[in-house]
């Protein structure tokens, strides 16, 4: 029987966001992930055309945008689409292919977020010396993008490569017990449950530990390097002795923090699995914040920045 049932499995099924009001969730959704858009746009191009924001806080901020963008677009408009479809089949490569992708781009944002954690240290504990490299001279300036374009490259070389481990182990594997994810995407942990129980030890013994070795690369090790940045920034920003040295030093951190808790937080909170989580809302619930909303505030988090930069 597995193994009949393991021969046919070529699709998933997402139940998605069940509910009687599915053509109300379609136009509120759809107002969300147009609005994601569109503010993640803004930011775009305003730090493409503005010649002030071509400084690496700023350009890193434009690579987080086309992180938030895609983001969405990986995961809504397959959602968008089962609110007015009874079929809601997914299938098993596209599964897999949204998983990856989805994988990619929260490697790439943790990164990112990192790179821009050091950015800020350098500007608030060493100054004098961030200015003159970043602004005085054209050469310079492009020097400065040059930095910023290996970082993002690198971040985005990481993303696409750790979880290619990840995604071939698990989708190597026989799946056998069910087709039905209870979900409105192809996350990993709905999906594994339903290996077969017959998977050889061996085989699993060796995806779990790459899950952790991929899972501690991957969020752990940004969050240590934002958290010994930001710790570094606090020794400094406690030795200016004006109370609006001190002020302006944290306004520069505050939007970068926020997108931090924002977005470690939900992840952290989405993947922590207790049953304090699934009994407020779920897993499903938790993840519209990580994937939905946290996209949409990216563009209301970053405009005052670039308001302010004039």
Same mark, same amino acid.
Request: charged share 15%; with cysteine; glycine share 2%.
């Given at each position: 029987?597995?193994?009949?049932?393991?021969?046919?499995? !070529?699709?998933?099924?997402?139940? @998605?966001?069940?509910?009687?009001?599915?053509?109300? =969730?379609? @136009?509120?959704?759809l107002l969300i992930y147009i609005s994601t858009l569109t503010g993640n746009l803004f930011i775009i191009l305003i730090v493409t055309?503005?010649? $002030?924001?071509?400084?690496?806080?700023?350009?890193?901020?434009r690579s987080l945008s *086309?992180?938030?963008?895609?983001? +969405?677009?990986?995961?809504?408009? $397959?959602?968008?689409?089962?609110?007015?479809? $009874?079929?809601?089949?997914i299938s098993f490569l596209g599964c897999a292919a949204q998983f990856y992708i989805f994988c990619c781009l929260g490697a790439a944002e943790c990164f990112i977020l990192a790179f821009m954690a050091y950015d800020r240290y350098l500007a608030i504990c060493d100054p004098l010396h961030y200015?003159?490299?970043? +602004?005085?001279?054209?050469?310079? *300036?492009?020097e400065a993008q040059h930095a910023h374009a290996q970082a993002v490259l690198g971040s985005w070389v990481a993303g696409l490569s750790l979880p290619l481990g990840? *995604?071939? =182990?698990?989708?190597?594997?026989?799946?056998?017990?069910?087709?039905?994810?209870?979900?409105?995407f192809c996350d990993?942990? $709905?999906?594994?449950?339903?290996?077969?129980?017959? +998977?050889?030890?061996? =085989?699993l013994m060796v995806?779990?530990?790459? *899950?952790?070795?991929? !899972?501690?690369l991957v969020v752990p090790l940004p969050f240590l390097l934002i958290l010994v940045s930001y710790v570094r920034i606090l020794f400094n920003v406690f030795r200016i002795h004006s109370s609006a040295g001190r002020k302006k030093a944290f306004s520069t951190c505050s939007s970068h923090l926020a997108s931090v808790g924002?977005?470690?937080?939900?992840?952290?909170?989405?993947?922590?699995? +207790?049953?304090?989580?699934?009994?407020y809302g779920g897993p499903k619930v938790w993840s519209l914040i990580f994937l939905v909303f946290v996209p949409m505030l990216n563009p209301l988090i970053y405009c005052t920045v670039l308001g302010t930069m004039k």
């Open positions: 029987m597995a193994s009949k049932n393991e021969t046919h499995m !070529t699709e998933f099924v997402l139940v @998605g966001l069940s509910s009687e009001l599915q053509p109300f =969730l379609f @136009g509120v959704f055309l503005d010649s $002030q924001l071509h400084a690496p806080m700023y350009l890193f901020l *086309i992180t938030k963008m895609l983001y +969405t677009t990986v995961t809504m408009p $397959q959602m968008l689409r089962d609110f007015l479809h $009874q079929d809601k089949a200015m003159t490299k970043m +602004t005085k001279s054209k050469w310079l *300036i492009y990840n *995604i071939i =182990l698990v989708f190597s594997l026989p799946f056998c017990n069910s087709n039905i994810i209870d979900h409105f990993i942990l $709905q999906v594994v449950p339903w290996v077969c129980s017959d +998977t050889p030890l061996a =085989l995806i779990k530990p790459y *899950i952790l070795i991929y !899972t501690f924002l977005f470690f937080g939900s992840a952290t909170i989405t993947y922590l699995r +207790t049953k304090a989580i699934d009994t």
